[in-house]
């Protein structure tokens, strides 16, 4: 493999880590106005997550793991640990009301005041649990020299069950149900949730991991596609990130090979078909129903799942809502990028500054253009905490991926 694809592995993998702690301060911000209240300049560097938070909703998700089977089981359920009071659980105390409701969802909140962000205590330049489990990833493939399913399901469950070293009070649903469905004694790679129960499992976040584990065959889209499915699996069952996954893991590894960003982002934005429903007419739908959990099945599959074949409006990052769903997440981020000439962090700013789930739209994004980079400027590699060992991590993943064999391991 040449020294270049290598550099470019890397770089891809400093522009998730960078995409993601750029964003997290306005992680869920679902105004524009808040955005530009709270950071009148700009998302220009790495800040600390801000309080309070205006648009937050994390108060009060719920987690709701069998704690007599899982004990009975040998099983260990506490994936919260000091985060435990801002939840719902079976196992812990939920300790604030819930007395407003958020303004683009319709879910209930606390009042303004003691909305925590979801990144709560954050520092400038600190990763979240999403990237945390990038790491968690990378680290499995090192020790073990190539990737192994059983290994990384091993390694996932320690991670999350134990103290760890990532400080991120955020505990994306996918995570929840996962570890409610391990409670009950499920195997471990039965586990994940589908989004045909929980909508939200078809998010953004569930290309990230998968888009990392490609990176280890780059030189063939046909089986780097393949164990990036597997591995979804594994944590997100759900039709659309399989369906964004086919197009985005072939895209990757053409930028890591040398081609052009603006080229892969052209066609990208030609090749995914706007959906139906826009940005604006979904969040009125959730505001209706006070909140998306109350939206009868059929009507959110309706709302989900019917696209525009072709359409003007995909040219256009104001058509999208700004949530987690694939279907309005992945067009937007290639409008984003065409918008600002797939220009590193001026992609990655202006994805911040657009809100909503920023933070897993901003590590695909900086997966993408930086693989497309033949640099990656050190003042933003050297911004992230921990940055040192983050570096050695991505040495060490990429020269298993030069040996072109880091897939054999069972």
Known sequence: MSHSVVQRIENALWGAFIGDALAMPVHWFYSPENIR??????????????????????????????????????????????????????????????????????????????????????????????AGLIRVLMRSIINRSGYSQDGFLDDFIRYMTQPRDNRDPYTEIYLRRWFEHYSLGEAPENCAEHQRRVWSIGSVGGLVRPLVLALLDPGNPYLATGMALGHQQLTHRSEMVSSGLSLLVPALLRLVNGEAPETIFRELLQQLPAPAVSGQALFQAYRDHDGPGNIPADEIWRLHMSFLSKSAAAQNPEYFATACYIEQALPLMAALGNQQNCDFIGTLRANAEAGGDSVHRGMVLGLLLAAGSHDVPEEWQTGLKNHQRLAKEIRQFAAIAARGDGHLAL
Request: without cysteine; negative net charge.
């Open 37 to 130: 209240k709270q950071f009148p300049g700009g998302i220009d560097r790495y800040y600390p997550a801000p309080h309070p938070h205006p648009d937050a909703f994390m108060l009060g998700m719920g987690y709701q793991p069998d704690v007599e089977k899982a004990r009975a089981a040998g099983r260990n359920y506490d994936i919260l640990h000091q985060h435990a009071r801002f939840y719902h659980t079976t196992y812990s105390d939920f300790g604030f009301s819930l007395e407003d409701r958020d303004g683009e969802h319709g879910n209930a909140t606390a009042a303004l005041d003691k909305r925590m962000h979801y990144h709560h205590r954050l520092e400038a330049g600190e990763s979240t649990l999403g």
